[in-house]
T-cell receptor, first 113, second 113 residues
Framework: GQQLNQSPQSMFIQEGEDVSMNCTSS?????WLWYKQDPGEGPVLLIA?????ELTSNGRLTAQFGITRKDSFLNISASIPSDVGIYFC?????????????FGKGTKLTVNP | DAGVIQSPRHEVTEMGQEVTLRCKPI?????LFWYRQTMMRGLELLIY????????DSGMPEDRFSAKMPNASFSTLKIQPSEPRDSAVYFC???????????FGPGTRLTVL
């Protein structure tokens, strides 16, 4: 099925550094969501984006809905050890009434203290 | 408020046995989603319900898988007979139809020996 191209697959950074990850698709999406998954837990919603060009922040996290509606990025500023986890993007295509989300494969973030 | 509740959290069974996974969505949500997560394939949507009615089951792997939602507060995913390749983490998520934000449960880790 349709997949989002999420990059990078993994990141190893030092505490205090900023992080940037993104998702791209050949298809248009009308919603972008960013989730974080800790080991042994379910994905937790971080940010939801509903409008092309929208820039939304949640604490140290900032996400943007690309103007073309085919991409989105997530930035984390001043990373801390608890930011460790797998970050997923998810998009919803404009398919008349369907609530299905398409997920990226995830970006695994490791933060070295 | 309680989030999405799933049981059991872990299930170990032998090939050929029937497995039943359970989910209680967030109160007031009217859409419910079953996902499977593996290292190879990431998060895959199996089936989703809206107002207790199955809307899209195109992700259900084969006839061995079935899902029901007898009322707004309970859903089951059944695998009969189970096979080793069914080993994965199964997530349930819920949402309110007019809002695309899905909230995930903690998952059930299934191991089929």
């Amino acid at each position: 099925g349709q997949q989002l191209n999420q990059s990078p697959q993994s990141m190893f950074i030092q505490e205090g550094e900023d992080v940037s990850m993104n998702c791209t698709s050949s298809s248009i999406f009308n919603t972008w969501l960013w989730y974080k998954q800790d080991p042994g837990e379910g994905p937790v919603l971080l940010i939801a984006l509903y409008k092309a060009g929208e820039l939304t922040s949640n604490g140290r996290l900032t996400a943007q809905f690309g103007i073309t509606r085919k991409d989105s990025f997530l930035n984390i500023s001043a990373s801390i050890p608890s930011d460790v986890g797998i970050y997923f993007c998810a998009g919803q295509k404009p398919q008349g009434g369907s609530e299905k989300l398409v997920f990226g494969k995830g970006t695994k973030l490791t933060v070295n203290p | 408020d309680a989030g999405v509740i799933q049981s059991p959290r872990h299930e170990v069974t032998e090939m050929g046995q029937e497995v039943t996974l359970r989910c209680k969505p967030i109160s007031g949500h009217n859409s419910l989603f079953w996902y499977r997560q593996t290292m190879m394939r990431g998060l895959e949507l199996l089936i989703y319900f809206n107002n207790n009615v199955p809307i899209d089951d195109s992700g259900m792997p084969e006839d061995r898988f079935s899902a029901k939602m007898p009322n707004a507060s309970f859903s089951t995913l059944k695998i009969q007979p189970s096979e080793p390749r069914d080993s994965a983490v199964y997530f349930c998520a819920s949402s309110w139809t007019s809002v695309n934000e899905q909230f995930f449960g903690p998952g059930t880790r299934l191991t089929v020996l």
